[in-house]
């Protein structure tokens, strides 16, 4: 059984692999659900990582309308 240290550790350096894997030159990151509507899906996640020069599409607006 894997005890709660070693478990925030692995998820820490899963973490750190998924994000230094990104191709995206200038990254930022974005925590809270945000919305996306591609074509005629709707996308949303809780974390977004994005180039800080084009912008995050993805916004709670977009959530909030689908909601509705």
Not at 44 to 61: C, F, L, M, P, Q
Request: charged fraction near 20%.
């Amino acid at each position: 059984m894997i005890n709660t240290t070693m478990k925030k550790l692995m998820v820490i350096l899963f973490a750190t692999v998924l994000l230094t894997a990104c191709s995206v030159k200038n990254p930022a990151l974005d925590l809270g659900k945000r919305c996306m509507v591609k074509g005629d899906q709707i996308i949303y996640s809780y974390v977004w990582v994005y180039d800080t020069e084009s912008g995050n599409k993805a916004t709670k607006e977009i959530c909030n309308q689908i909601d509705q």
